[in-house]
């Protein structure tokens, strides 16, 4: 599907663009700031918007291709390449959404700096479209690398009384893993002699070349996820940056470790991903478990919704190398679910805390009866995290549960009672914010204006939406994951019975 003109470059780089702008404006005139950075978020999920009503949804090619054929370095053959398939285009969507919500929340919390900190919120923006889009390894490397610089600063510069040693783990974690990767990168260059994503998986590659990639690229994607145990950067990060930080990371930047895998990691390697199969729904398991377990024992409202996002990916993964359609088509799904729904938690969390200044959840108590408004949207996310019927939690973690289920029974049943524990953490936050006495230091409390519930409307309505309704997303991804589905198991082959001795031994 074309539309006749970039869609996707101007999606890319109009954030950065308008990012650049802003250098021109007087740090003096915040205000013309502020409506500059919204103005241009907005009119990027404006244009953004064609990829969800002209996607093409019969088809696993890439669409809304552009440069393809021409090189951008000729020496290296590398090209200026991007396009979306089934599987990335509902991030993109995700990605201009989330922007603007994290503009309207910052509004009035960020003071100092605020001129740096609206363009570094238009950049990372810009890279992490292009990290969905780009159909050439040296360009996706690029953008996978510049929304580091950015987020280190939203931490690092405007985050909490840690925010420097947070920074500096979260920046070490990620640029580790990214430079295996990168090793990674150079060997698929070796031999394909093409950055080209799209040629580098129509090709086959040794089944030990394929273990050594897979690795390497691990190393990037499971830190991202983040998957166990390379996770513990996580909650120093959420718990440290500033809400719109908390909010891209758990909403955006989190997903692109799973996303990697999606299109990189199974693909490229669909011998080596099989054989490690065991070990990743392993990994998956431990982290939906753990991560439960860990919350019920925290103190601080964002840490307790960081270490969630650690078991939600836990799901995430597992639907993923289930290998199944259930599976990986939740997985996806359930992507886009902890997006909004975590999202929309810590959005909730920078309402409350721009009035109390204090994360603590014993400094509040009986919040439902000063801010109602406030109670009912806390409630409606809090159900959805826990994946009640008929929101967007539900579908996303039955397919996922139905998935893992089919792959290994003894999975299937580890991982639904990481469904109990996530209800009783979530449960067990909502009372003692919401239900006990009323404490002194919030009854005087004022509800929530209309820029906070307009922030956090639209995720209120994708949550009833993606609940009632699922196949309008889901039948974005139907033929891409058939595809990709096709591949691996057309690739797999003598080497992967590791793989089936530890599937057959725990069924």
Known sequence: MELGYPILSTVIFLPIIGGLLLLLISRANESVIKW?????????????????????????????TEGGPHKWIAAWNIHYYVGVDGISVLFVLLSTLITILCILISWNSIKDKVKEFYIALLMIEGSMIGVFCSLDFFLFYIFWEAMLIPMFLLIGVWGGPRRVYSAIKFFLYTLVGSVLMLVGIIVLYKQAQTFNILEMMSRSYPYKLQLMLFWAFFAAFAVKVPMFPVHTWLPDAHTEAPTAGSVILAAILIKMGAYGFLRFSIPMFPDAAKAMMPVMLGLSVVAIIYGGIICLAQTDLKRLIAYSSVSHMGFVTLGIFAFNSQGVEGGILQMINHGIVTG????????????????????????ATPLPVYAGFFLVFTLASIGLPSMNGFIGEFLIILGGFKASKLVGVLAATGVIIGAAYMLWLYQNV????????????????????????????????IGVYPNSFLSFMHVSVSHLLEKVNYGASADMNLAQIFIDLIR
């Not at 938690?345 to 959840?361: A, E, K, M, P």
């Open 434 to 465: 919401f239900f006990t006495e009323v404490n002194d230091k919030v009854k005087d409390l004022k509800d929530m204006n209309g820029r906070e519930i307009l922030t956090l409307l639209p995720l209120l309505i994708l949550v009833f939406w």
């Open 36 to 64: 500059g950075a919204l103005a241009v978020s907005i009119v990027t999920f404006v244009v953004s918007l064609p990829l969800f009503t002209n996607f093409d949804k019969t088809t696993h090619l890439m669409q809304f």
């Open 344 to 367: 929309a938690l810590f959005l909730c969390v920078g309402v409350i805390y721009d009035r109390t200044h204090s994360r603590v959840i014993a400094d509040y108590g009986g919040l």
